[in-house]
């Protein structure tokens, strides 16, 4: 049976909640982003914006010299997830294979799926007509027989796009995509490829496999499978978590360990609370803290943990702060599952407070 998949992909998703319930942002540059005065960053932005150059993860100050009649808007977390759980309750009525990557995307296998004759095009149809209808924002969506080509569907008429690549388009179509196309290809890469004469994936299936070892690594042959359309990859339903983490950059820099440990108990908090809503990862294996220093170095300490204790980080904090002993931008603190092992002793607890998370929180300041 020829596999139906469909990736779905919300357009600049923040900012099209944000237009959805201020409709006099709409055809203006707007974005949802940090403040620039405490040294936010863009989180995304709409179509208008983007004309400007304006995109995710520049800092805001930067996108207001480039756009300076650009509206910035604060995050509305809450409001960004109760879209992303009404778009996952339309997803699961065509299928129980969904695989959800983010809060704005997710992959379908409908090939068995008994909705409208089975028809992959017009699932991803109904898919994307629901959603704007019930939740006033619009969906990219790409219909293939792979998880590559779809989510390059999804992609390719965005915004508020459907394509669909059938098996006897899939040669035609591999071979004229650019390379920049490719998921993982970003602009370094692209850059290196094009030294080398590879634009196209065309290009790429002239080059042997010990070639784009030694020019990729190990990406070098995940380029020769998919120039060949080779992608075998299974849409996961249980999409297990490998790590966790919550990080803040300051408005000004934290001068020493004093200053850093009193943002360390809501940093911890704030991760506890993470920890608690999050579902679909295994045991805590280890516990890490990442120091960005005024002059943007950046360091990272691991070590091994069952319980994300505040006692624990802030002695990884204190061996982070000798190795730079600058001031500090950013502080993040996060925790890495160890994948196959259940985690049930924190299923088992209704509230997190009750981990020793928290009472490490209240007696190790």
């Not at 190990?218 to 996961?236: K, M, S, T, W, Y």
């Not at 919550?246 to 408005?251: K, M, N, P």
């Not at 505040?310 to 996060?334: A, E, F, I």
Request: glycine letters at 6%.
């Amino acid at each position: 049976m020829t596999r139906k998949i469909i990736h779905c992909d919300a357009d600049c998703f923040f900012a099209a909640i944000e237009m959805r319930d201020d409709p006099a942002l709409r055809h203006r540059p707007m974005a949802v982003g940090g403040s620039p005065q405490r040294r936010g960053v863009i989180s995304t932005c709409n179509y208008e914006a983007r004309r400007y150059g304006v995109h995710s993860a520049m800092a805001s100050r930067t996108a207001l010299k480039l756009c300076p009649d650009l509206i910035l808007v604060p995050h509305r977390i809450d409001k960004y997830r109760e879209a992303a759980r009404a778009m996952r309750q339309v997803f699961h009525h065509y299928s129980d294979q969904v695989e959800t990557v983010s809060l704005d995307e997710a992959y379908l296998d409908v090939s068995d799926s008994p909705h409208l004759d089975g028809s992959a095009t017009r699932i991803a149809a109904a898919i994307r007509a629901t959603i704007a209808a019930e939740l006033g924002i619009t969906v990219s969506a790409g219909v293939a027989r792979s998880k590559f080509l779809a989510k390059v569907a999804s992609e390719w008429r965005k915004p508020d796009g459907l394509f669909v690549i059938t098996p006897d388009q899939e040669q035609d179509f591999i071979q004229a995509l650019p390379v920049k196309a490719i998921p993982g290809v970003g602009p370094v890469t692209a850059q290196k490829m094009e030294r080398l004469g590879i634009s196209h994936c065309r290009d790429l299936l002239l080059q042997p496999l010990d070639e784009l070892l030694r020019q990729f690594g190990v990406f070098g042959h995940r380029l020769h499978q998919l120039a060949r359309g080779i992608d075998e990859r299974q849409v996961r339903p249980e999409r297990v978590r490998k790590s966790l983490s919550v990080e803040h950059t300051f408005a000004s820099d934290l001068p020493d360990l004093p200053s850093c440990v009193e943002h360390l108990d809501s940093l911890h908090r704030e991760m506890c609370t993470r920890l608690a809503d999050s579902g679909g990862h295994g045991a805590i294996a280890k516990l890490f803290v990442k120091i960005r220093f005024d002059d943007f170095t950046t360091t990272s300490l691991e070590t091994g943990g069952s319980q994300p204790r505040l006692d624990t980080y802030l002695h990884l904090l204190h061996s982070g702060l000798q190795r730079g002993q600058r001031p500090v931008r950013l502080l993040g603190l996060g925790v890495r599952f160890e994948l196959g092992r259940d985690a049930s002793d924190m299923d088992q607890l209704p509230l997190f407070s009750s981990l020793p998370c928290a009472r490490a929180a209240t007696g190790s300041m």
